[in-house]
């Protein structure tokens, strides 16, 4: 404690002053701040103001609009600290200027701070641009809010939900029915589950008088259907369907992703056809940087000719599963459990990739030979070459043929961070199936039957769940939005669609991974309604897979 004190009382004037702000910025002291800052412009020899005293200051100011006592001296001096900063020709940097928006913001200025934060060029932040996207959506200024978010995605930057809320918001207000669809995918786009604030203006929407108007009351169901499963299921982005009152009601989600107030059919959520072949040509230009040229395109023209696979096994993350003991080595039983298994429920078999150096081991063992062979002769097996990542194999085949990918590796090095987390965590929640042996018998663990995002469906309604901590899925609280006279058809035809429903839970991936129906979040047309007008199909309950790939 002496020591403390006495460093204290050693601090030179300049010390003692940054100490003394840096106290202020803690307990947001404004008074003492503008104290601080009289008595060094007083004493400018003693004390020289820099960049971050400067900074200080200004953070001090824009934390202090929220107490209306304090509100209009921290604007007048913040405007104060910021024109003598200029004056002492300082380049604001990023936090300056984010910081002095604020100000603008709390002046109901979002021109200024719009232009102020457009001043930083590359530098801006979604926290330099927020002060003017939410002023001009306090004010209503809708035209002058897209012209900002507009500029933030020119410039890169991933709108939040909170700046997306703030859009939708002053969308709804301002009945711009366009831009409701709109924002309501990109919340989609960007967030797995929304806010009770945001869920309030989702709400407000869908219970005004204006979205009981807009909608074709005709339309292509086919091309609808269509549309969702080039984009993989789960939205179509083609506008409004329909017309009248909706209903929307606090639900949940059944186990097997059936809505328990509508009966709506909800699916897991993947990447799009587009996003697909992007995301194959990205994996197999990475690993033709890494491999071999030559051995990856041979991989790639064997794949081309073999490509009748629903799933892929890494092999290596199988047979080494728990054997990190001193017996413990490659399991070859651990692997044809899985490929047994993988076959008994689909009759197909499925592909198995492993490194050369380890099969040319196994075949060493007579007891394996013969069906080490018979895999390799029926194109069930695969041998990566020496010297090769046999992780680049098993994720190309994986996604280049839209498969399931049977493995428990977390996916967390280095080459696939090269991918892309949100891209990749989305394809991983599809298609990764993980597994373990309980007692010897091996149990495979499939992707969620679901995804936890907004869903739009070809029936006009929506599905939005909302953000909250919850112990099973199946407690989470959803928004169910129908249409008040479809809701009251599907009533009538709840029973019917649940019975059809009761397809196993393996059987529905396989079945839409073997015939290309994905569910994405991205990609697709929004609002691209002309070409949809047409005669109107009977409606019908979410198709169910024909065939029985993979059945459990």
């Known amino acids: 404690m002496d020591k403390a004190k006495n460093k204290k009382k050693n601090l030179t004037p300049e010390g003692q002053f940054r100490l003394s702000l840096d106290n202020c910025s803690k307990t947001k002291d404004l008074s003492t701040a503008i104290s601080l ?94 002060p003017a996207l939410f002023c001009f959506c306090k004010m209503g200024e809708a035209d002058k809010a897209y012209q900002v978010e507009e500029h933030m995605r020119s410039l890169g930057l991933q709108l939040e939900e909170a700046e997306l809320a703030g859009l939708l918001k002053v969308s709804v207000e301002k009945e711009r029915e366009e831009k409701v669809y709109q924002y309501l995918h990109k919340l989609r786009m960007s967030i797995r589950s929304v806010s009770d604030t945001t869920a309030e203006i989702i709400q407000s929407w869908f219970g005004g008088e204006m979205a009981t108007k807009v909608g074709l009351f005709n339309w292509d169901m086919g091309q609808v259907k269509e549309t969702i499963l080039q984009n993989g299921g789960g939205w179509h982005g083609l506008g409004w369907l329909g017309k009248g009152k909706w209903l929307a009601q606090r639900s949940q989600i059944a186990p097997d992703g059936r809505c328990l107030t509508c009966g709506e059919q909800l699916v897991c959520v993947d990447i799009d056809r587009a996003e697909t072949e992007r995301f194959a040509e990205s994996v197999a230009s990475l690993a033709m ?19 009748d696979y629903d799933v892929v096994v890494d092999a290596a993350n199988v047979g080494l599963f ?90 967390r090095d280095h080459i696939f961070e090269l991918l892309g987390s949100s891209f990749f965590a989305r394809w991983k929640e599809r298609h990764q199936v993980k597994y373990t042996f309980v007692k010897g018998e091996i149990k495979l663990l499939m992707p969620p039957t679901y995804s936890v995002v907004i869903q739009e469906s070809e029936n006009e309604s929506w599905h939005v769940p909302l953000a909250g901590e919850v112990v099973e899925e199946s407690s989470r609280t959803w928004l169910c939005i129908t249409r008040q006279a479809s809701c009251e058809s599907d009533n009538k035809q709840h029973a019917s669609v649940v019975e059809a429903s009761q397809v196993s839970e393996l059987d529905q991936i396989a079945a839409s991974c073997h015939s290309g129906s994905f569910t994405s979040q991205n990609g697709g047309s929004l609002n691209k309604c002309s070409g949809l007008a047409g005669k109107r199909k009977e409606r019908s309950p979410s198709p169910t897979p024909s065939h029985s790939s993979l059945q459990s």
């Not at 020899?45 to 921290?74: E, M, V």
């Not at 200024?112 to 330099?128: D, H, I, M, Q, S």
């Not at 490659?330 to 429920?345: D, M």
Request: one cysteine or more; proline letters at 2%.
């Open 37 to 130: 800052y009289e008595s060094a412009i007083s004493e400018p020899s003693i004390i020289r103001l820099s960049n971050n005293h400067f900074n200080s200051f200004l953070y001090i100011c824009s934390n202090s609009f929220s107490d209306p006592s304090t509100k209009n001296d921290a604007i007048q001096f913040g405007f104060r600290v910021f024109e003598h900063m200029g004056s002492c020709n300082i380049t604001p940097n990023e936090a300056t200027v984010t910081a002095v928006a604020r100000l603008a913001a709390a002046t109901d200025d979002g021109d200024r701070a719009f232009e102020l934060a457009k001043g930083v060029g590359n530098c801006g932040k979604l926290r330099t641009y927020g």
């Open 289 to 307: 940087e890494r491999e071999v040229h030559s051995n990856f395109k041979e991989f790639q023209d064997w794949l081309e000719k073999h490509s």
């Open 322 to 411: 728990q054997q990190n003991f001193a017996e413990g080595g490659f399991s070859i039983a651990q692997l044809v459990a899985v490929v047994k298994e993988l076959h008994s429920r689909s009759n197909k078999w499925p592909l198995v990739i492993l490194h050369k150096k380890r099969v040319r081991t196994l075949l060493e063992n007579a007891g394996y030979r013969e069906l080490l062979e018979e895999w390799i002769n029926e194109k069930i097996l695969y041998g990566t070459p020496f010297g090769s990542n046999d992780d680049w194999y098993w994720l190309y085949a994986a996604v280049k043929r839209k498969c399931l990918l049977v493995t428990n590796d977390e996916m």
